[in-house]
C-alpha cells in the first residue's frame, strides 16, 4: 500500500461510508480512502426500497412528531438525544443528496411525493422510482466517490483492526492478488453494514456479513444491541436468495396482508416487529411457510413501482389479481458498535455509523425508513468530528451506557442513561487437528439452525440450540479464504447475538421470547459487550 499514510480510512461503500468520504474528501480537503470487498455499488444501501424519512417542509408533520415515532418504535432503548439528532439534522442531509443529483420522485407540480409507512403516523417517506431509492441514494454518491478519493481499494477485505497504543491506526486487508497487507490512517470509519446473512432467509446481499461488528467484537471494541434483528415482513416468498423485498410504501398505500385462508389479521401499518410477529404465528397456527399481500387494490401499479412490478412478472405475478405470498426475513441488524453521537467508538481513532454502528437512534427496533437517513446524518457528523481535533468518545448517545456507568455496579445508573449489563465472551477453542469442513456447508447449516432457533420467535431452549450450533462452527478450523473470513464473522456475530438473546428474559421490539412474552422493567438496559 501506499507509504503515505491516509487521514480518513472508510470501511464500506453504503451511504454512511459514501456521504462521509465525500465530506471528508471535497469540503475539508482530507486524504481519503474507501476500502470494500465488493465493488463500490454493491453496498446493502442499493437494495433499500421504502426511502428516507424526513420532515423536508412545513405540512402538519414536525420532526417531534418523527422523534416520537422513532421513540415508539424503540421500545424503550432509543437515546432520545440520539433521536433529536437524527430528525433535527435529517432535512439539510437530505437536500445536500438532492445537490448531489440524487432524483427523488415528485408530483405534476414539481412537489416531492410523500409516502406513508408502518409506524410512521404521517406521510413523510420520500422516494426514487417508487421503489428504488437505495439504487439512487448509492448512484449519486458513488460518482462523487469515483471524482474525489485518494485511494479506493474494490475487492479488498478487510481482516482485523489494528490498535497500537489504545487507538485505531489503520487496518490489515486481504487484497484481490491474495496478499495480506497493512492499510494504515489516522482515523478509520466503520460502515461494513449489518449482519442479515445469520438467518437463511434474508433480503440482505450476500455480502452482509457483519465483518466491522465482528472485527470490533474481537478488538474488545464495546458492541451492543446485537440482540435486536428486525425482520421485515414482506419478502417475497420464493427461491431466491436475497429474497425480493416488497417495500412498506405498498402497505402504506393500502395493500392489505391476509392469511391462507384470505382473512385479515394484523393492522398493516403497525412497527415491522408486530407484524412480523403476527405473521410468524399465524403461519404456525395453519401450518403454512407464508401469507399473502394483497395489492389488487393499488392503482396504477406498474408506474408507482416499476421495479417491483418487474420482479413479480419475472416469477409470473400480476399484483392487479395475484395474491403475492410473503413471509419475514432478516433486513436489519439494530446493534452494532457503540457510539457517541459523534461517531467515536470506545477506542480513540475508530468510528461507526450507519448499520454497523449503535448510536442509539433505533433501540430495540428500527422505524421504517430511518436507516438511509441515519447513514447520512451520522457519517459526516464523523467527519466534522475528525475535522474538529475529536479523538476519544465522549459520554453522549449510546456512548452514555459505556462512559456513564461503573461495569461493576449495572444497577446504579446515573439520570437521563439507559443502564447496561457489560459482558465478556471468552474465546472459543478451535478444534486441534481437525480438517477445515467447506465454509459454504458450514453457513448453510448455521443459517438454517438461526432462522428455525434465534428467528422472529425465541425461548431458552431453542437459543441453547443455536447457541451450540454457533459454537461448533467456530470451533472448526479456517482456512483464509474470504468465504472462511466471512464465517468467521458470521460466527462471531451470531455468539454475541444469541448470548444476548439468552440474557434478555424478556421480548422488547424486534426480540421476542416465547418463554418470557412480556416487556420488563428490568431489562430498560443495553446488554454491552466488550
Known amino acids: 500500500m501506499s507509504d503515505t499514510e491516509l487521514d480518513l480510512l472508510v470501511l464500506g461503500s453504503g451511504v454512511a461510508g459514501l456521504s462521509a468520504a465525500v465530506r471528508a474528501a471535497e469540503t475539508h480537503k482530507m486524504r481519503v480512502g474507501v476500502l470494500t470487498k465488493g465493488e463500490l455499488p454493491q453496498a446493502t444501501t442499493r437494495w433499500a426500497q421504502g426511502g428516507v424519512a424526513a420532515v423536508l417542509h412545513g405540512d402538519p ?6 422523534l416520537a415515532d422513532t421513540l415508539q418504535a424503540g421500545a424503550g432503548l432509543c437515546d432520545a438525544e440520539a433521536v433529536r439528532v437524527l430528525v433535527d439534522e435529517g432535512p439539510n442531509r437530505v437536500n445536500e ?6 432524483m427523488f420522485d415528485r408530483d405534476a407540480r414539481g412537489e416531492l411525493e410523500l409516502a406513508r409507512e408502518g409506524g410512521h403516523t404521517l406521510a413523510r417517506i420520500v422516494h426514487a422510482g417508487g421503489s428504488q431509492t437505495g439504487a439512487e441514494v448509492e448512484r449519486a454518491l458513488v460518482e462523487a466517490v469515483q471524482a474525489t478519493m485518494a485511494a479506493i481499494y474494490e475487492h479488498a477485505f478487510a481482516l482485523e483492526l489494528i490498535i497500537e497504543g489504545g487507538r485505531c491506526r489503520g487496518i490489515t486487508a486481504r487484497f484481490p492478488d491474495g496478499s495480506v497487507q497493512e492499510v494504515r ?14 438467518y437463511a432467509v434474508t433480503t440482505n446481499p450476500l455480502e452482509a456479513t457483519g465483518d466491522g461488528i465482528a472485527m470490533a467484537l474481537r478488538a474488545g471494541v464495546a458492541v451492543a444491541d446485537i440482540e435486536f434483528t428486525q425482520f421485515h415482513p414482506t419478502a417475497l416468498s420464493v427461491d431466491s436468495m436475497p429474497r425480493p423485498l416488497l417495500t412498506e410504501a405498498l402497505r402504506g398505500h393500502g395493500a392489505l396482508l391476509r392469511d391462507t385462508t384470505g382473512e385479515r389479521f394484523v393492522d398493516e401499518l403497525q412497527p415491522r416487529d408486530v407484524v412480523s410477529r403476527a405473521e410468524t404465528r399465524r403461519m404456525l397456527e395453519l401450518g403454512a411457510d407464508h401469507v399473502f399481500l394483497d395489492a389488487t387494490g393499488l392503482e396504477q401499479f406498474e408506474q408507482r413501482f416499476p421495479n417491483i412490478a418487474k420482479e413479480l412478472a419475472a416469477v409470473g405475478l400480476d399484483p392487479a389479481k395475484d ?11 439494530c446493534g452494532g458498535i457503540v457510539t457517541d453521537l459523534r461517531g467515536s467508538s470506545s477506542i480513540p481513532g475508530l468510528w461507526a455509523a450507519g448499520e454497523a454502528s449503535c448510536s442509539g437512534v433505533h433501540g430495540a427496533n428500527r422505524l421504517a425508513s430511518n436507516s438511509l437517513l441515519e447513514g447520512m446524518v451520522f ?5 466534522e468530528a475528525i475535522e474538529a481535533g475529536g479523538s476519544g468518545p465522549e459520554a453522549t448517545g449510546a456512548m452514555r451506557t459505556v462512559l456513564g456507568m461503573d461495569p461493576d455496579r449495572p444497577d446504579e445508573v446515573p439520570p437521563g442513561v439507559i443502564g447496561g449489563r457489560f459482558v465478556h465472551l471468552e ?8 480438517p477445515a469442513e467447506d465454509p459454504a456447508v458450514l453457513r448453510n447449516h448455521m443459517q438454517r439452525e438461526l432462522t428455525t432457533h434465534a428467528g422472529v420467535l425465541r425461548d431458552a ?3 441453547e440450540q443455536a447457541a451450540k450450533v454457533v459454537a461448533d462452527t467456530m470451533a472448526s478450523p479456517r482456512a483464509e479464504t474470504v468465504a472462511d473470513h466471512e464465517l468467521r464473522n458470521l460466527a462471531t456475530v ?14 422488547r421490539g424486534a426480540h421476542t421470547r416465547e418463554d418470557f412474552p412480556q416487556t420488563s422493567a428490568e431489562f430498560k438496559h443495553r446488554i454491552v459487550f466488550v
Not at 61 to 66: E, V
Not at 97 to 102: D, R, S
Not at 185 to 198: D, I, R
Not at 494 to 507: F, N, Q, T
Open 61 to 66: 408533520d414536525s420532526t417531534d412528531l418523527h
Open 97 to 102: 443528496l438532492i445537490a448531489l443529483g440524487a
Open 185 to 198: 490512517a489516522t482515523n478509520v470509519l466503520v460502515t461494513t453494514g449489518g449482519a442479515g446473512q445469520l
Open 323 to 333: 395474491w403475492l405470498p410473503v413471509a419475514p426475513a432478516a433486513h436489519y441488524t
Open 379 to 383: 457519517g459526516p457528523r464523523a467527519v
Open 427 to 434: 474465546p472459543i477453542v478451535i478444534a486441534a487437528d481437525s
Open 461 to 463: 431452549s431453542s437459543l
Open 494 to 507: 451470531a455468539r454475541a447475538a444469541v448470548d444476548a438473546a439468552l440474557r434478555r428474559e424478556e421480548s
